[in-house]
């Protein structure tokens, strides 16, 4: 029997994008990768995915297939993202520059995403609010980052205690964006002071110690992402998702990666790379 590949990502690893089908891309990264390894594909992924979710979904996958030898591949998002209960439309991003959504759903999403800046920033500057009550900023972003953080750390220990090949890359820069559940803007010298915060947390260190890394070995090497990395393949400098080529880089690197860590140590490049 074919090993099967559980893939969890947000919409860079989800086929049904409505941008890849504008564009004419028929085949992302996850089918690539599972054509090239001859393996059975289960993707999880959904777009505006945060980790919690990614991380839940790729776990419901392993549980009802432990009767299949399995093997996972995660393209993790941001920690800013939240999907309550795993809505299918309930993606929050809190971005700074999301695209105008759809009526009825789109404004509302929006409205309740600013109800939800209210409620963090009250926790940070609400000077009324009991003192156990309140936090830093720093305390704040923190704990933001922890539950990602956790996540991540979290399948790497399920399925390594249970001998699941697990790799991991990111979509997004984990980190990045925190900052704007403050504060609606751009602010690069307080995104440093995000990163500097969050090296101290148990999981972020954790994570660090991780052997199983696509691309750069730091997890929060700054413009490691896949959305740093693959720029010039854009489908579009407006849709900032990968074209075919941008596909088959990212699947070339997990692929590599695999063959490194868990089959004979690759020689060549994958064919599709030139196709």
């Given at each position: 029997m074919r090993k099967l590949l559980i893939v969890g990502g947000c919409s860079w690893s989800n086929p049904n994008e409505e941008c890849y089908h504008v564009a004419g891309i028929d085949k992302i990264w996850p089918e690539m990768v599972a054509e090239f390894l001859d393996m059975d594909l289960i993707n999880v992924s959904e777009g505006g995915a945060g980790n919690d979710y990614i991380y839940g979904?790729?776990?419901?996958?392993?549980?009802?297939?432990k009767n299949r030898d399995i093997v996972v591949m995660a393209l993790w998002s941001q920690a800013i993202r939240m999907v309550p209960f795993d809505l299918p439309i309930g993606q929050f991003t809190f971005g700074v520059h999301t695209p105008m959504l759809v009526p009825p759903i789109g404004p509302l999403k929006e409205d309740i995403q600013e109800r939800f800046r209210d409620l963090f920033w009250l926790h940070v500057y609400d000077q009324d609010a009991p003192m156990h009550l309140q936090l830093t900023k720093e305390e704040f972003w923190t704990k933001i980052a922890n539950v990602s953080l956790r996540n991540i750390y979290m399948l790497d220990h399920y399925c390594k205690t249970r001998d699941i090949p697990i790799l991991h890359h990111r979509a997004l820069h984990t980190l990045a964006g925190i900052e704007w559940l403050l504060k609606k803007q751009?602010?690069?010298?307080?995104?440093?002071?995000?990163?500097?915060?969050?090296?101290?947390?148990?999981?972020?260190?954790?994570?660090?110690?991780?052997?199983?890394?696509?691309?750069?070995?730091?997890?929060?090497?700054?413009?490691?992402?896949?959305?740093?990395l693959y720029e010039k393949y854009y489908i579009t400098p407006q849709e900032k998702h990968p074209n075919t080529q941008g596909h088959m880089l990212i699947a070339n690197s997990f692929v590599n990666k695999y063959i490194e860590l868990y089959e004979e140590r690759s020689t060549s490049e994958p064919s599709f790379v030139y196709e």
């Amino acid at each position: 029997m074919r090993k099967l590949l559980i893939v969890g990502g947000c919409s860079w690893s989800n086929p049904n994008e409505e941008c890849y089908h504008v564009a004419g891309i028929d085949k992302i990264w996850p089918e690539m990768v599972a054509e090239f390894l001859d393996m059975d594909l289960i993707n999880v992924s959904e777009g505006g995915a945060g980790n919690d979710y990614i991380y839940g979904q790729t776990l419901d996958a392993i549980e009802e297939n432990k009767n299949r030898d399995i093997v996972v591949m995660a393209l993790w998002s941001q920690a800013i993202r939240m999907v309550p209960f795993d809505l299918p439309i309930g993606q929050f991003t809190f971005g700074v520059h999301t695209p105008m959504l759809v009526p009825p759903i789109g404004p509302l999403k929006e409205d309740i995403q600013e109800r939800f800046r209210d409620l963090f920033w009250l926790h940070v500057y609400d000077q009324d609010a009991p003192m156990h009550l309140q936090l830093t900023k720093e305390e704040f972003w923190t704990k933001i980052a922890n539950v990602s953080l956790r996540n991540i750390y979290m399948l790497d220990h399920y399925c390594k205690t249970r001998d699941i090949p697990i790799l991991h890359h990111r979509a997004l820069h984990t980190l990045a964006g925190i900052e704007w559940l403050l504060k609606k803007q751009i602010n690069f010298q307080l995104r440093k002071q995000v990163f500097d915060a969050c090296q101290n947390n148990q999981y972020y260190q954790k994570i660090q110690k991780f052997k199983n890394i696509v691309g750069h070995p730091n997890f929060f090497e700054p413009g490691s992402s896949c959305f740093d990395l693959y720029e010039k393949y854009y489908i579009t400098p407006q849709e900032k998702h990968p074209n075919t080529q941008g596909h088959m880089l990212i699947a070339n690197s997990f692929v590599n990666k695999y063959i490194e860590l868990y089959e004979e140590r690759s020689t060549s490049e994958p064919s599709f790379v030139y196709e």
